[in-house]
């Protein structure tokens, strides 16, 4: 079971970037999914999370600005990000909360389990 990240990069103050998370693997079930950030001498911090019936919450610093959504067909969450500025640049993890079978076994946990995707960079100057 894996959480694969894609879309960062270096972008402008007032540009947009968009990024996407696929999980894959042995999943039964996907709980919440969110994306989390951490910046050069900071704690990592929720950016964004989506639960299964589609509630969202968001960090005070990025409402109005960022979006979360996800695809459940396609086991996927995205964060797209609009209006960026210099403050919004860190390492940003996806995470999702999942109840996935043990390898190579059809037995499942009895609790769902955090898992987190590969950081990526977004740097947004000035």
């Known amino acids: 079971v894996q959480l694969q990240a894609s879309g960062g990069g270096l972008v402008q103050a007032g540009g947009s970037l968009r990024l996407s998370c696929a999980a894959s693997g042995r999943i039964a079930i996907i709980n919440t999914m969110g994306w989390y950030r951490q910046a050069p001498g900071k704690k990592r911090e929720l950016v964004a999370s989506?639960?299964?019936?589609?509630?969202?919450n968001y960090a005070e610093s990025v409402k109005g600005r960022f979006t979360i959504s996800r695809d459940d067909a396609k086991n996927t969450v995205t964060l797209q990000m609009n209006s960026l500025k210099p403050e919004d640049t860190a390492v940003y993890y996806c995470?999702?909360?999942?109840?996935?079978?043990?390898?190579?076994?059809?037995?499942?946990?009895?609790?769902?389990?955090?898992?987190w995707g590969q950081g990526t960079q977004v740097t947004v100057s000035s």
């Open positions: 995470g999702a909360n999942m109840l996935a079978y043990y390898p190579g076994s059809p037995v499942l946990p009895s609790d769902p389990d955090d898992y």
């Open positions: 989506v639960s299964s019936s589609y509630s969202t």
